[in-house]
């Protein structure tokens, strides 16, 4: 037995199959760990395999490779220090989302997630088989609670563990980032604590995975309810506690307190590693937009140069009749700004030639927004030419206002393979830029400040697809349009509450509508950094035919 133990915190960045790739970086922070005299190092939740992998874990074949690493992980244990990881397990018939405890050179016990995650983004019960509410592991005569995410959303796993004499909860997690969940996350710890009057770690992963991004922000917080350790947002790191038993059990010393970024930081931060981490995971060479000369073009230009550097990000303007002469003149200055290559491709020639080859069929019709769309289709065309020609990824560049209400044109200005701002209301696109001129966190690799011109932030927002328009010839008011479309989306509000808000209810009604009539343009759209509580996708999942309208 003893009194006195140090244990690591690895808040790793793993890759979803990287099996390989992830053992060696683990290798990497237990190197580190022993170094620095730890007894036990603990890794995220399903760290070996990546999380989430969803139907990966469905191939044996894949299940083995992870149980192999952990295998071959184990024997860096003969000399210490322990392990606690996360892996796929196959046990009998059952497939578990397991912590794998690697000791004296040999798995020497594992435990698997009891409470098993079935809404918003998650669909482990798909996949997984819940195991039995987990008891401790003795480790050094102390009994370590070692509950896996969800288990500590309920109060049965951590109960479970204080009555059968767990004396520290060390918690592995696969916790997406959302706005504000920070708050929900500490609230939620010491619920647990006051419940079980033990000391609880609480080990997050960091990274981008498709649409969701992970932001570490591990933390302790001792069993008095004080915090010990607060470690940062969106960066890998490695925390060396020490924790020592007194006569009211353990606590862990102060460490450090790093500052979590807010508002519209925490916001740019999670975008811009959700990018990074889609590109260089699937190993683009870099990525490729159309700069148009608003805003929300000219804010994922900025964060592409903050994810990925200047010299991988190309922008082209692509203008037509009716292409403005300051938009021209804002787009070269942004790109100037941002130290991009910055090219300018005329429309004209695709555009008249898709309209000259249909005029026979369309004689005698009125120009509507089928020549609208044209334009924007040729542009998409162009950028997918030189996607293919020269490898960088399309970036798409709608914002969630106009994602929710069909504002985008499919295999147009939706054409691209990420779009980092897809759950980003436009009002806070504009709340972003503002932030962004002002502030530079130091891991981006973007200029100082003033990437984004004034008269981009200011001026009127359009899709300059014919003479003298405006995105508010056909929708309200941004500002109002938010509102709305948040009372939709994120709460589900029936129409007669949110005309309470003093909206008109046929403004009400016609933007219902016109949300739930784009469901089938979202789900042929580009995958987007996770920002909100419900993003279109795995959040929110509308039937595409769908008859319902409130407040009919």
């Known amino acids: 037995m003893t009194d006195h133990l140090v244990i690591a915190l690895a808040q790793l960045n793993p890759t979803v199959g990287a099996v390989t790739a992830n053992l060696a970086k683990a290798r990497e922070a237990y190197a580190a760990a022993r170094k620095a005299g730890a007894d036990l ?20 074949s894949f299940v083995a490779a992870c149980r192999s690493a952990i295998e071959d992980l184990a024997k860096d244990t003969a000399d210490g220090p322990a392990v606690l990881v996360g892996v796929p397990w196959h046990e009998a018939k059952a497939l578990h989302n397991a912590v794998a405890f690697l000791n004296n050179g040999k798995i020497e016990t594992l435990r698997f997630k009891h409470d098993l995650p079935n809404y918003g983004v998650f669909d482990e019960k798909r996949v997984f088989d819940a195991g039995p509410a987990p008891g401790p592991i003795n480790f050094k005569g102390v009994r370590l609670g070692v509950p896996i995410c969800e288990d500590i959303w309920t109060e049965e796993s951590c109960e479970t563990l204080a009555e059968t004499g767990a004396e520290i909860l060390l918690v592995r997690n696969g916790s997406p980032f959302e706005q504000n969940k920070d708050d929900q996350r500490l609230n939620l710890v010491v619920a647990r604590i006051t419940e079980t ?28 309810r004080s915090v010990a350790l607060q470690m940062p947002m969106f960066e890998e790191a490695l925390a060396i506690t020490e924790w020592t038993r007194g006569d009211k059990g353990w606590r862990m010393a102060k460490g450090d307190i790093a500052r979590l970024p807010e508002k519209e930081e925490e916001t740019w931060l999670a975008c811009v590693l959700g990018l990074k981490d889609y590109v260089e995971k ?12 608003g805003i929300d073009s000219a804010v994922v230009a900025a964060m592409a140069v903050d994810a990925l550097g200047a010299d991988r990000v190309h922008c082209v303007m692509l203008p037509y009749a009716y292409t403005s002469r300051d938009s021209l003149v804002d787009a070269e200055t942004c790109a100037k700004a941002l130290g991009v290559r910055y090219d300018v491709v005329p429309i004209k020639e695709p555009v008249e030639g898709f309209l000259s080859a249909l005029k026979p069929m369309f004689n005698g019709r009125n120009r509507d927004t089928t020549e609208e769309n044209i ?4 542009r998409g ?77 200011t001026k009127a927002p359009t899709a300059e697809l014919r003479e003298n328009q405006t995105d508010q010839d056909t929708l309200p008011p941004y500002d109002a349009l938010d509102d709305i479309l948040s009372c939709l989306v994120e709460n589900e509000m029936p129409v007669a509450d949110i005309v309470k808000r003093g909206h008109a209810e046929a403004l ?45």
Not at 431 to 452: K, M, S, V
Not at 513 to 530: F, I, N, S
């Open 41 to 60: 190092i603990l890794y995220p939740e399903l760290y070996i395999s990546g999380y989430p992998p969803e139907d990966l874990v469905l191939r044996p």
């Open 508 to 552: 009400v009604k016609r933007i219902q509508h016109m949300l739930y009539v784009a469901e089938y343009k979202r789900r042929q759209a580009a995958p987007g950094v996770k920002i909100t509580r419900r993003n279109f996708g795995r959040d929110r999942r509308y039937p595409i035919v769908n008859g319902f309208r409130d407040g009919r």
């Open 282 to 293: 699937n190993r683009f060479p870099g990525v490729v937009l159309g700069l148009s000369g």
């Open 375 to 378: 334009q924007s289709r040729s």
């Open 197 to 224: 009057g033990l000391p609880l770690a609480y080990l997050n992963q960091i990274g981008g995975q498709d649409e969701l991004v992970f932001d570490g922000a591990s933390f302790v917080i001792n069993a008095d």
């Open 381 to 457: 065309v162009i950028l997918m030419a030189i996607s293919n020609k020269f490898g960088s990824m399309v970036l798409t560049t709608g914002n969630k206002s106009e994602m929710s209400v069909g504002y985008a044109t499919l295999y147009g200005d939706m054409n691209g393979g990420f779009n980092p701002i897809k759950d980003v209301y436009k009002m806070d696109v504009y709340r972003l830029a503002i932030w962004r001129n002002a502030h530079r966190p130091e891991a981006l690799r973007g200029p100082l400040r003033d990437l984004i011109p004034e008269r981009i932030i």
